[in-house]
């Protein structure tokens, strides 16, 4: 089992910078793979941003060019660097770790983000 913890969401002006948290704890050794998702009110949940085992990174459209996903010191936490935030950014952020065990995801609680005018 895996267990998936986000941090670091709050309110931020538009235009301002926020920075997410993913750390997986268990059986961590089977994630080749790590992802943040969003999902704002009335909307289908949406991916955001990928990095994988070798460092590979993978970003929406939506966010490219704005937001970087990044490993910490080991392949167990991850983070999302949240720059020119605008309302439309609003949501809510969740990480997802893949495992090679039959492709099986974990995914944590969410955090909020919201960004005011």
């Known amino acids: 089992q895996v267990q998936v913890l986000e941090s670091g969401g709050g309110l931020v002006q538009a235009g301002g910078s926020l920075r997410l948290s993913c750390a997986a704890s268990?059986?961590?050794?089977?994630?080749?793979?790590m992802r943040w998702f969003r999902q704002a009110p009335g909307k289908e949940r949406e991916f955001v941003a990928q990095?994988?085992?070798?460092?590979?990174?993978t970003y929406s459209d939506s966010v490219k060019g704005r937001f970087t996903i990044s490993k910490g010191n080991t392949k167990d936490t991850v983070y999302l660097q949240m720059n020119g935030l605008d309302p439309e950014d609003t949501a809510i952020y969740l990480c997802?770790?893949?495992?090679?065990?039959?492709?099986?995801?974990?995914w944590g609680q969410g955090t909020q983000v919201t960004v005011s005018p």
């Open positions: 268990g059986r961590t050794f089977t994630i080749y793979a």
């Open positions: 997802n770790a893949v495992t090679t065990t039959g492709g099986q995801d974990y």
């Open positions: 990095i994988n085992l070798s460092g590979s990174t």
